[in-house]
């Protein structure tokens, strides 16, 4: 039996988006050479980058490929040099007066697949993602004006048991590589993270979104909304009806 709730449910979906470049709220780039050490591993590395592109980690040559009887090397992507487990790359920076004046955070893009973070000898936390950036808000307190060193340890390993025929895990799409991909840089802190974002159903059906204070000085960013109205197994339609994209 169909219900009016069930034919009829309407949302509002707001979405945050920044207008400007990516880099609009970079404050220093990350990329440069990082010294890296791991097991049986010592040498530098230029970040974004992989083990793999500095020719670091255990040689596979073509006979290597060859003479492997495991055909979950077959038919797959294998990289000439690999590394599974822990390392650390570490790099010393210098900010300035301007760059220090603001809450920062470190950014990776892409990590495979975990990571910690420590800044002047002072642990910053971890994170595990294959899929989304890696950000680390960095206190006021570490990120003075002068020199600084930044130590990230990363592992690869295969922490939750993934197949091996996993996408994003495993030969099959993309290797297991071990490194930083994509954008890498300290960034200004964005509001938006202490944004504190939940869902009502009123009579209007509308998505509550409470920012903090000081978000109108955001500038680059600006709020999304649409409404969805569909219905819900409701023959002979059963039609979903498009959102409509409306600013406020």
């Not at 670091?56 to 992507?77: F, I």
């Not at 910053?124 to 307190?141: C, M, N, R, W």
Request: charged letters at 25%; a positive charge; hydrophobic letters at 40%.
């Amino acid at each position: 039996m169909r219900t009016s709730s069930a034919k009829n449910m309407f949302a509002a979906v707001a979405v945050m988006s920044t207008v400007a470049a990516i880099g609009a709220n970079m404050v220093k780039s990350l990329a440069g050479e990082w010294r890296v050490t791991g097991e049986n591993l010592t040498g530098v590395v230029c970040l974004p980058g992989t083990l793999a592109d500095a020719k670091l980690g255990s040689h596979m040559t073509a006979a290597d490929w060859e003479a492997d009887t495991d055909r979950r090397s077959k038919g797959a992507l294998t990289r000439e040099y690999q590394y599974i487990g822990k390392a650390v790359y570490e790099r010393e920076i210098t900010l300035t007066e301007e760059e220090a004046r603001y809450p920062l955070e470190l950014v990776m893009e892409r990590v495979m697949l975990h990571s910690e973070l420590a800044i002047d000898g002072e642990a910053l936390g971890s994170y595990d993602s294959l899929a989304t950036e890696h950000v680390y808000p960095i206190p006021q307190k570490i990120t003075k004006a002068g020199r600084h060193t930044i130590r990230l340890t990363l592992d690869n390993s295969n922490l939750y048991d993934f197949s091996c025929w996993a996408h994003s895990y495993g030969p099959v799409m993309q290797s297991v590589w071990h490194g930083v991909v994509g954008e890498f840089a300290l960034r200004r802190q964005s509001a938006l993270r202490k944004a504190r974002v939940f869902a009502s159903w009123p009579t209007n059906g509308r998505l509550v979104v409470e920012v903090p204070e000081g978000f109108e000085n955001l500038g680059n960013v600006k709020l999304w909304k649409c409404e969805v109205g569909r219905d819900v197994l409701d023959p002979p339609k059963r039609r979903v009806r498009r959102p409509r994209p409306t600013k406020f």
